[in-house]
Nanobody, 112 residues
């Protein structure tokens, strides 16, 4: 069955960095665009970033443009989200997604 397993979340100070990873299984990873979403407490889930199957296209939400990057390694069935210059508004559970499949999420907390 399809599995998306995120990791790399944690507590980081404002201005710090984290790299999230999502390992996929159960489908042909290299054929699917991959996305990251996040959900902050009391808020709706929101789109963060996406990458095309061959990494030729990436997209970012305006709120993270210039601070976050997304990459993938099709040989490892893994998609990454590099997050730099984090601030309190980035605190959320981050989810990996493709089509209708979702991971369980990884918590990112930005606090001093």
């Amino acid at each position: 069955q399809v599995q998306l397993v995120e990791s790399g979340g944690g507590l980081v100070q404002p201005g710090g960095s984290l790299r999230l990873s999502c390992v996929a299984s159960g489908f042909t990873f290299s054929s699917y665009g991959m996305n990251w979403y996040r959900q902050a407490p009391g808020k709706a889930r929101e789109y963060v970033a996406g990458i095309s199957p061959r990494s030729t296209e990436t997209n970012f939400a305006a709120s993270v443009e210039g601070r976050f990057t997304i990459a993938r390694d099709n040989a490892k069935n893994t998609v990454y989200l590099q997050m730099n210059n984090l601030n309190a508004e980035d605190t959320a559970v981050y989810y990996c997604n493709t089509r209708t499949w979702w991971g369980q999420g990884t918590q990112v907390t930005v606090s001093s």
